[in-house]
């Protein structure tokens, strides 16, 4: 029996794509290339529904909801996210941006969501559309094929059975496994960031009474990094702490009391805390900003948080996700429909990849810095940079959105302020050269 199921294995499935992960990621690819009639494999290593992070989404995933066809699956689900509001103790207030004042009007709210559930509908959306999605199915060697063949993968099942499959595309949508990135040596650490997450979920956190405010994230700035506050529509709220690899670094406690000993930190969001019950594990994460250095090959693709992360302060995670998942597969339909595009069609998927980090990178390396704080505290819409910045809070960063030039305007007006306090500014520049620097990820992320 074990002989004719390791000659089963030997012998390759065919399929136009498989796809490394069923995240949101690898579930958008699936179901854009299932319905375009493409023999698609999904494999997943977990089995939905499974606990991650991420629940704030953007107002710019409601379109890819949409072409998705998830969109009221996502509404009944999900908390209405109108705005999020940043916290600043160095001002004594908050600030809250709402969406409708952003550039594109026509994108005035977003959800957040438990994404357990999340997860997974898109994968079962993905199953729908005609992929074949096997789940506690592990991806445990790639190999490509010479002269354009494709690749041979090499997969496990829960009970150990192995499968093979011929692909003419992979698509690697495994996240911060980053499969191909990893045995590519493709991946390497972000030398201008690094930071480490704590997070849990509570239940009986104190919410804004007015109803349109009540799903709104909250930004909490502390002295070691900063916090989200992301209620959800069952009454639970996920809560993070994203801090500096030397604070992490210097817990001497238990995770769990080491995590709240750092909420207690925070006066405005422990208030909001006082009343508020620890219903799930506390989990931890470190050193977690890095990029690859290619986003393709001649049989490959990576997406989302399989090419690169930076932060989570952006809630930008999911959107650049899903959006480069759908551009992954339109470019894996135009290299099998039409092969003498394939080199341009690399080349523009390429550039996409690359604009998604670079257009919140610039703000990510600097939100800890007291003049972007500034600015974030007393917004002005000069020139429409307030417009543009909400249209990147937003994330409307793709297609002919005209936000660029206002926010060069605001890219400027930081420079010019910075400049103007310049002892400020090199202190803040050296504390960060400092902050960033890595610690032990083992003792990190160690419960």
Known sequence: MKLEREAAAAVPRERDALIIGGGPAGSSAAITLAERGYRVVLLEKARHPRFHIGESLLPANLPLFERLGVADQVKAIGMQKWGAEFVSPWHGHGETF???????????????????????????????????????????????????????????????????????????????????????????????????????????????????????????????????????????????????????????????????????????????????????????????????????????????????????????GVMLAMNSAVAAAETVDICLRDPARKAHALQRFDRLMRHGPEAYSWFIYRVTNPTLRDLFMKPRNILRMKEALLALLAGDIFGDTPIWVSLRAFKMLYYLISLANLRRSVGAARRRSVNIQPAEPDRMAAG
Request: hydrophobic share 40%; charged share 25%; aromatic share 14%.
């Open 98 to 316: 709402e969406f409708s004042q952003a550039w594109n009007k026509a994108l005035p709210f977003a959800y957040q969501v438990r994404r357990s559930q999340f997860d997974e509908l898109l994968i079962r959306r993905a199953a729908a559309s005609g992929a074949e999605v096997i789940e506690e199915c592990r991806v445990r060697e790639v190999e490509f094929l010479r002269d354009n063949g494709g690749a041979h993968v090499h997969a496990e099942h829960a009970g150990g059975r192995p499968e093979s499959w011929r692909a003419r595309y992979v698509i690697d949508a495994s996240g911060r496994d980053t499969f191909l990135g990893n045995r590519l040596n493709a991946k390497h650490r972000n030398r201008k960031h690094n930071s480490c997450a704590m997070y849990a979920h509570f239940t009986g956190a104190r919410r804004y009474p007015d109803c349109k405010r009540a799903g709104d994230i909250s930004i909490y700035w502390f002295e070691h990094g900063w916090f989200w506050f992301i209620p959800l529509a069952d009454g639970a709220t996920s809560i993070g702490a994203v801090v500096w690899p030397y604070y992490m670094k210097s817990r001497a406690r238990a995770l769990r009391e080491f995590f709240l000993d750092t909420i207690a930190l925070c006066a405005p969001l422990a208030a909001r805390l006082e009343s508020a019950q620890l219903i799930s594990e506390v989990e931890a994460t470190g050193n977690y900003s890095y990029c690859c250095d290619r986003s393709y090959g001649d049989a490959f693709l990576l997406v989302g948080d399989a090419y690169a992360f930076i932060d989570l302060m952006f809630s930008s």
